[in-house]
């Protein structure tokens, strides 16, 4: 019976038709990717071997990541989930059956993710997907509104299924952890711009997931460089930080975004007048000035414009319900996640 089905803790999830494997055979899949790992740095932005143990603490979110002895799957790796994730969104939009076991071909992975289709490319396709199922996390996020402290790999498993002559990879069947999976059946996804995969530098890229997660459809968002550097999981000191956010700046190459520097070492992006491609609501308004003030408050410390792209987000994810009183309604998930954090 379609509707939905209870997971834990009466969480209420999407009834999903399920499948023992997912054939990847979505044309021009439009690219998402998940709120959770947009939000937080799990993704090395080293274009080196990184054997570091990275630890993050955010308004109650905790974050250890564990590498392998290949190092930390890399914000490039991402490409590889963002590319399964596209896949079963696309499924699931379409009503088809989705699994946690994928079966997808590299030629198409490549260039869906504007990558090259050399011999070298399939060469570092296999070692992204061994950093991704290396890379251990361990987490209390929430993903399809169930919190649970675990600790598991961005992918189970993987393996070659076939190989052409020349030993290249061919198909190669995935499968997703548990946790990411539960984000696509709750559809805590955003679209990205086609253009993400155009973007090279890494911090680059994890800039801009920030900028699509909290701006969004926005007019614009404002957050300090001291809050932005975290959230961006650079190694970079502030100094340096800033001078490449100046640089970014003044390249002005963002998908989607332009980006401008305030007084008192802010940071603003501005929705570009260019839409996205596909059509989103815009979100339930503006909130007063005074409620931010009173956010403000009631969070002492907390970063409040981030609080309000994440209310804003799981307002959607929620299907997007009428609000009496938008202001009202921003005010009780501070007090919520509030008294989430302890």
């Known amino acids: ?65 564990t590498p392998s002895v290949k190092g930390l799957a890399t914000i490039h790796d991402k490409d590889i989930l963002i590319f399964c994730i596209s896949q079963l969104m696309g499924a699931v939009n379409a009503g088809r059956a989705v699994s946690r076991r994928l079966t997808l071909t590299a030629h198409d992975l490549l260039q869906a993710t504007n990558r090259e289709t050399s011999g ?41 299924l076939r190989k052409a002559r020349g030993g290249r990879m061919v198909s190669v069947a995935v499968t997703l952890s548990d946790w990411l999976f539960r984000a696509v059946l709750s559809k ?5 711009s086609r253009d993400y995969f155009r973007l090279r530098k890494p911090l680059e890229r994890r800039i801009y997931e920030l900028a699509r997660k909290h701006c969004g459809r926005q007019e614009s968002w ?25 640089d970014m700046i003044a390249a002005d190459t963002l998908p989607d975004y332009a980006i401008s520097e305030e007084p008192g070492d802010l940071i603003r992006f501005h929705l570009r007048d260019k839409m996205f491609e596909i059509s989103e609501t815009a979100g339930p308004g503006a909130l007063k000035a005074e409620t931010i003030e009173h956010a403000r408050a009631l969070a002492p410390g907390w970063d ?13 994810t929620s299907g997007r319900p009428r609000l009496r009183s938008r202001d009202a309604a921003f005010l009780g998930f501070v007090k919520s996640r509030q008294a989430q954090a302890g």
């Not at 409040?304 to 959607?316: H, K, P, Q, T």
Request: hydrophobic share 40%.
């Open 304 to 316: 409040i414009y981030a609080l309000e792209s994440e209310w804003r987000a799981f307002w959607v």
């Open 222 to 246: 404002r957050i300090s460089v001291e809050t932005l550097l975290k959230k961006s999981g650079s190694a970079s000191p502030r100094r340096v930080f800033r001078k490449m956010i100046r």
């Open 188 to 192: 805590s996804v955003l679209t990205l």
């Open 1 to 65: 019976m379609a509707g939905t089905s209870v997971a834990g803790d009466g969480v209420f999830m999407p009834e999903i038709p399920r499948s023992d494997f997912f054939l990847c055979d979505i044309f021009d899949a439009i690219p998402k990717g998940d709120l959770a790992t947009m939000e937080h740095p799990i993704f090395s932005l080293s274009t080196r071997p990184d054997l570091r143990v990275l630890k993050y603490e955010h308004n109650g979110a905790q974050i250890e990541v």
């Open 120 to 160: 070298d490319a399939y060469r570092r396709l296999t070692e992204a997907f061994e950093r991704l199922a290396g890379t251990r996390i361990k987490t209390n996020l929430t993903t399809g509104g169930l919190e649970v402290t675990s600790g598991f790999g961005l992918i189970e498993s993987w393996e070659i």
